[in-house]
Antibody
Framework: DVQLVESGGGLVQPGGSQRLSCEVS????????MHWVRQAPGKGPVWVAR????????NYADSVRGRFIISRDNAKNTLYLQMSSLRVEDTAVYSC????????????????WGQGALVTVSS | SYVLTQPPSVSVAPGETARIACGGD??????VHWYQQKSGQAPVLVIF???DRPSGSPERFSGSNSGNTATLTISRVEAGDEADYYC??????????FGGGTKLTVL
């Protein structure tokens, strides 16, 4: 089975920075687009960012654009989310997820998710 | 930006059929995907491209999309189907958009 394991969560002060990692296994990482999605406590998923298979194209939700950076290291099978200028409202479980494929091309649904890493922004 | 609207809750007795709606402007022009999230667990894809089932998703799960409403239908509901369900589409301005979720309660 596909595995995605997030790490790097924790408590951070408002205005601070945090980097999340997502180590994947049991699939060819470099073939897939990847996403970060977050869920505030008791709320539904909210899309955060997306990166294409080789890292040459990214996109961000308006709420994080300019503050978060998604990147990947295909040699290390790892996805990253660098978060800066963190706000209280960024408090959430952050999950990495693999984009599905349709006719061997990237599709806009998520076929595998990690369990997530909790980021708490509080003073 | 595009908005997906789901009822907060749906209740159904075991063995009955549950229908969870996902409303959006002309949603039939978009591909709708559905996720199941059980308490404390990661979301799991149960329907993609309106009505396709990924491997591992029970045949009891089906989907449809017409007009302004997409529907996830769960036949012969079991206690283990109790979960939150989210619809999702892609939009040019916002990439992935999720509905607010529907809590399915099995009575």
């Amino acid at each position: 089975d596909v595995q995605l394991v997030e790490s790097g969560g924790g408590l951070v002060q408002p205005g601070g920075s945090q980097r999340l990692s997502c180590e994947v296994s049991r699939f060819t990482f470099s073939n897939y687009w990847m996403h970060w999605v977050r869920q505030a406590p008791g709320k539904g998923p909210v899309w955060v960012a997306r990166i294409n298979h080789d890292g040459s194209s990214t996109n961000y939700a308006d709420s994080v654009r300019g503050r978060f950076i998604i990147s990947r290291d295909n040699a290390k099978n790892t996805l990253y989310l660098q978060m800066s200028s963190l706000r209280v409202e960024d408090t959430a479980v952050y999950s990495c997820a693999r984009a599905g494929l349709r006719h061997d091309s990237p599709a806009y649904y998520l076929d595998s998710w990690g369990q997530g890493a909790l980021v708490t922004v509080s003073s | 930006s595009y908005v997906l609207t789901q009822p907060p809750s749906v209740s159904v007795a075991p063995g009955e059929t549950a229908r969870i709606a996902c409303g959006g402007d002309n949603i039939e022009s978009k591909s709708v995907h559905w996720y199941q999230q059980k308490s404390g667990q990661a979301p799991v894809l149960v329907i993609f491209y309106d009505s396709d089932r990924p491997s591992g998703s029970p045949e009891r799960f089906s989907g449809s999309n017409s007009g302004n409403t997409a529907t996830l239908t769960i036949s012969r509901v079991e206690a283990g189907d109790e979960a939150d369900y989210y619809c999702q589409v892609w939009d040019t301005s916002s990439d992935l958009i999720f509905g607010g979720g529907t809590k399915l309660t099995v009575l």
